[in-house]
């Protein structure tokens, strides 16, 4: 079964960039036509939408945050990435990486990461 | 956007009792040339991820139990769990996926009465 896995900082200084990468095992993130995707969650709030990229690199952002954001996908190393520059307070939150169904990129999220905790303070 | 509405904001029930709750989406969400409402639901337990409970609005995902179950069309739709069980204590929460951005409601938490 596919298993995601965030890792990265978890602490990030005011205006640096937030970079985090999510593993794919048990499947490959460049065979097939899977769109992949990150989702934060600030502390006791609801989810928001990141952003996502195709097997091919396509992407797609949330306009609230396309300014400051950009994700990759690495199918060397079977992973894609999120950067997430000129971070404030407001970014702190959990972020989950997940794989969107269905093979299309307007989906919903059959496959979640556990998630990892990023704070932004200096 | 697509502004994704949940109602109530939580609810409590007793054990084996029928939990329901609503989403309501700011625009309708069913496609018409397919029939299809690009709706989804997620259970979020205390430190943990989201789970795909139900997708295309009443599609149960693999392995979700029966007791839970997605109605609804257009821009209403409700999450019902037909007998509550201790484990389905957890935040709810609606996701439309009809165009981007892709967005959430802002959850029901379901606890036991």
């Known amino acids: 079964q596919l298993q995601l896995q965030e890792s990265g900082p978890g602490l990030v200084k005011p205006s640096e960039t937030l970079s985090l990468t999510c593993g794919v095992s048990?499947?490959?993130?460049?065979?097939?036509?899977?769109?992949w995707g990150w989702i934060r969650q600030p502390p006791g709030k609801g989810l928001e939408w990141i952003g996502t990229?195709?097997?091919?690199?396509?992407?797609y952002y949330n306009p609230s945050l396309k300014s400051r954001v950009t994700i990759s996908v690495d199918t060397s190393k079977n992973q894609f990435s999120l950067k997430l520059n000129s971070v404030t307070a407001a970014d702190t939150a959990v972020y989950y990486c997940?794989?969107?169904?269905?093979?299309?990129?307007?989906?919903?999220?059959?496959?979640w990461g556990q998630g990892t905790l990023v704070i932004v303070s200096s | 956007d697509i502004v994704m509405t949940q109602s109530p904001d939580s609810l409590a029930v007793s054990l084996g009792e029928r939990a329901t709750m609503n989403c309501k989406s700011s625009?309708?969400?069913?496609?018409?040339?397919?029939?299809?409402?690009?709706l989804a639901w997620y259970q979020q337990k205390p430190g943990q991820p989201p789970k795909l409970l139900i997708y295309?609005?009443?599609m149960r995902e693999s392995g979700v139990p029966d007791r839970f179950s997605g109605s609804g069309s257009g821009t209403d739709f409700t999450l019902t769990i037909s007998s509550l069980q201790a484990e389905d204590v957890a935040v709810y929460y609606c996701?439309?996926?009809?165009?981007?951005?892709?967005?959430f409601g802002g959850g029901t938490k379901v606890e036991i009465k």
């Open positions: 048990r499947g490959s993130i460049g065979s097939s036509s899977d769109y």
């Open positions: 990229v195709s097997y091919s690199g396509s992407t």
């Open positions: 295309w609005a009443s």
């Open positions: 625009q309708s969400v069913l496609y018409s040339s397919s029939n299809n409402n690009y």
């Open positions: 997940g794989r969107l169904g269905y093979s299309r990129r307007e989906s919903y999220f059959d496959c």
């Open positions: 996701q439309q996926y009809y165009s981007s951005p892709l967005t």
